[in-house]
């Protein structure tokens, strides 16, 4: 079928949720895609930061492939190898000594949400329920996660949100010192926001929210469904940091674009999941958790944190020489690669001119620019992108 057809009948049939580019894409390699009329372009979108080794990589796939002829699913009523395995490795290298897996991001999220109540309530502190969170911050769809998101774009027409959430602007300890109290249970906040329009903590910041939640004995949770995976250049964002949260989501590269989604936290706050507390069908089944293994043992076995650190400083690089060339860039930010660069204009002419170049990126809030291709992204690849932006801006 050609990409017109397909589209003619997509928008027939699929709820309108979403505002699509006229492509098709049909198959991925690498940093490659390719479209129903065999028109090929460069990735600098990932699924949205979530092939970070790239689209239908070897070894992905091929452990997939081995489980899917193995086992699929018998449920969280029953122990699994895969499971066990991704759960051990993700505490090995992380703060967390246990996980709960879900699917999603915002799923992910809910059950920090609840954990975070919940320690509380076991202690007996039942008025301890509110979570402070961010202005502009993302945490996603579902009722729960859109009550903790700082964008009222994303919760107009589905009121009564949920009650229990303050805000305050991301990079201001005195508001957060403020707003804390006697009722709140935790902080939540991404350490760079991202769909907010990539932006980064100041120098200092993410240090004084945790030591505002260690005076207050609140939990403090990180959100690093888009940071974490090695986006930013470590395994977690929070590294880079030095500040470790008591609970921290993941989702998005999770699975190299397998859906997949985990809440980890510390034993003491764990005890507050017991049997029958929290649950998910799906959650860490075994096709998914062998996929998402094999993920993350190629991020740290075939050294790509270190490339996504250099090429992520090489990118920036370029991207601010372009700023200094272009009036119309006001602003370039972001950390490895999860970069955004802010226009004084729309910037959805841009992004479909780029396509039309062959290169996929993305714009968030109207103006921003978002960078966020797989981290195995050359320099060559990096350079004709730029070179396409630079000839684009021009005009
Ligand atoms: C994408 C995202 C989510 C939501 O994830 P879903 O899988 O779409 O539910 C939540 N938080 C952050 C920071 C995200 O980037």
Redesign the pocket.
């Known amino acids: 079928m050609m990409s017109n057809e397909i589209i003619d009948k997509a928008d027939k049939v699929m709820a309108r949720t979403y505002k699509r580019s006229p492509v098709v894409f049909v198959k991925g390699r690498g940093c490659k895609l390719w479209d129903s009329e065999g028109r090929a372009y460069t990735d600098f979108v990932a699924g949205?930061?979530v092939c970070n080794l790239g689209h239908a990589h070897p070894r992905v796939a091929k452990a997939l492939s081995v489980q899917a002829e193995t086992l699929f699913h018998v449920s969280n009523l029953y122990y699994t190898v895969p499971q066990t395995e991704l759960a051990a490795w993700l505490t090995e290298h992380s703060f967390a000594d246990r996980v709960f897996f879900c699917?999603?991001?915002?799923?992910?999220?809910e059950a920090a949400i609840k954990i975070s109540r919940k320690y509380f309530s076991d202690k007996g502190e039942t008025v301890r329920y509110r979570i402070i969170a961010m202005e502009k911050?993302?945490?996603?769809?579902?009722m729960a996660?859109l009550s903790a998101t700082g964008q009222d774009k994303i919760k107009k027409g589905f009121d009564p949100v949920l009650e229990g959430f303050d805000f305050v602007p991301f990079n201001d300890t005195e508001a957060l010192r403020k707003k804390i109290g006697p009722s709140t249970c935790a902080v939540l906040l991404?350490p760079i926001?991202?769909?907010g329009g990539v932006r980064c903590p100041e120098p200092g910041y993410l240090e004084a929210v945790r030591q505002i939640c260690n005076e207050s004995g609140t939990l403090l949770i990180f959100?690093?469904?888009?940071?974490g995976i090695g986006r930013t250049g470590t395994l977690f964002a929070y590294e880079q940091f030095g500040v470790e949260p008591d609970i921290m989501?993941l989702?998005?590269a999770l699975g190299n674009g397998l859906?997949i989604?985990a809440m980890l936290t510390r034993e003491h706050i764990a005890e507050s999941f017991g049997p029958g507390a929290h649950a998910s069908t799906f959650g860490g089944t075994p096709v998914i958790t062998a996929a998402s293994l094999e993920t993350m043992k190629t991020i740290s076995e075939e050294n790509i944190l270190d490339h996504c650190k250099t090429i992520g400083a090489y990118f920036k690089e370029k991207l601010i020489s372009l700023k200094d060339r272009h009036e119309v860039i006001e602003d370039v930010r972001g950390m490895g690669l999860l970069l955004g660069m802010k226009l004084k204009i729309k910037g959805e002419s841009v992004v479909k001119a780029c396509m039309e170049k062959g290169f996929v990126i993305n714009c968030i809030q109207d103006d921003i620019l978002r960078f966020i291709p797989p981290l195995i992204i050359g320099k060559s690849e990096t350079d004709s992108l730029i070179a396409c932006l630079d000839e684009m801006l021009k005009g």
Do not use: L, V
């Open positions: 949205i930061a699917n999603s991001g915002a799923e992910a999220n911050s993302f945490h996603g769809r579902t996660t991404e926001q991202g769909e959100d690093e469904i888009q940071t989501t989702a998005k859906p989604g």
